[in-house]
């Protein structure tokens, strides 16, 4: 608004008050005092941390995770390289799946998202993203997901990714999560849908080299999960979730492990004969999973030493990814051996 000026009698001094200088708000135009437009930078900042918002949502790294299965198996259910469309179109529609399935996880569980230091960060916690905008996201993220398989892959795809989704938000977050301490281990098959996608993409149908890709991400899962239970244990603690590194010994938690580790390996050997791998994926298998039996064998050593066992933990945490991404790579390479 402009300056008051005190009356005069003479022009000098309506001069002077003509000439002084207006003072405006921030935000406000110098002659008009209407709020002034936002400059386009800052709209563009704004957008890009809404953007970025809702993707974390998503949970974009587990998504990574979930794909690095998922061409192996095409590769593998094709004998070769299956069309790029194909793998693009399936891609694109099982990250969009998991995306919601990942979102409504985080609208459902924002209540103990709060009180958990891992999680309160997630935009439903800070308030970035409202729960309606987080649910309507998730809704709209997974008819599409579905839609576009339906449509660019085929029916099998898209119902298989529907009972994913299903799995992983009904049957894990709003069922099991909260209520038992085998959660993760029945919770956690929706992580091991997208082997069977990928491979009904390619024939239409499942396999029973896809079922035992589906067992190996099965009993993986635990032995993956675990380790970062062991970390995070008050948090999950305060949150009133039972993991089974909450409500049992590290030793206990160990020993389970161990135990879904030597399922896992099995079934990873024996896709040898189910599927026609050569002697180099039988090799690699094999050490691959002597190498992470041993780092879970180390974690049941130290489970008594609670510091080096929360540190040795996040190692086997680590070694799971890497044991998870080496035997896809070895999946897809095997099929291209001339042998």
Not at 43 to 68: F, M, Q, S
Not at 180 to 208: E, F, H, K, R, Y
Not at 210 to 227: D, E, R, S
Request: charged letters at 10%; a positive charge; aromatic letters at 8%.
């Amino acid at each position: 608004m402009r300056l008051s000026t005190p009356l005069s009698l003479d022009g000098a001094a309506s001069a002077r008050a003509a000439a002084t200088p207006t003072s405006t708000t921030p935000g406000e135009s110098a002659t008009t005092g209407a709020a002034a437009p936002p400059a386009p930078v800052d709209r563009l900042a704004a957008l890009r941390k809404r953007a970025g918002a809702y993707l974390a949502l998503t949970k974009p790294r587990v998504i990574e995770l979930l794909l690095v299965t998922t061409i192996p198996t095409m590769i593998l259910a094709e004998g070769g390289l299956p069309s790029i469309g194909l793998v693009l179109a399936t891609l694109v529609g099982g990250a969009a799946a998991a995306g919601s399935a990942n979102t409504l996880n985080c609208y459902l569980d924002r209540d103990i998202d709060q009180v958990m230091h891992r999680t309160k960060r997630r935009p439903t916690v800070t308030g970035e993203v409202s729960p309606r905008a987080a649910l309507t996201f998730g809704l709209v993220l997974g008819v599409v997901s579905l839609v576009w398989l339906a449509v660019m892959v085929n029916p099998v795809s898209a119902w298989l990714t529907a009972a994913a989704i299903l799995i992983y938000v009904v049957g894990y977050t709003m069922i099991l999560k909260r209520r038992t301490p085998q959660n993760i281990v029945w919770g956690g098959s929706a992580g091991c849908m997208p082997v069977l996608i990928g491979w009904s993409a390619v024939t239409g149908g499942i396999g029973w080299p896809a079922v035992l890709l589906f067992g190996v991400i099965f009993f993986w899962t635990p032995p993956h999960y675990w380790p970062l239970s062991m970390k995070f244990r008050r948090d999950y603690e305060a949150a009133g979730v039972p993991m089974l590194p909450v409500v049992a010994s590290d030793t206990k938690v160990a020993r389970e492990m161990i135990g879904y580790t030597v399922a896992m390996i099995a079934c990873s050997l024996l896709l040898v004969p189910a599927a026609g791998m050569t002697w180099v994926y039988a090799l690699v298998a094999t050490a691959l999973g002597a190498w992470f039996l041993w780092t879970c064998i180390t974690l049941l050593r130290r489970a008594d030493k609670p510091q080096r066992g929360r540190l040795n933990a996040i190692w086997v945490f680590h070694a799971s990814i890497t044991y998870l991404s080496l035997l896809s790579i070895a999946i897809a390479v095997d099929v291209f051996l001339p042998l």
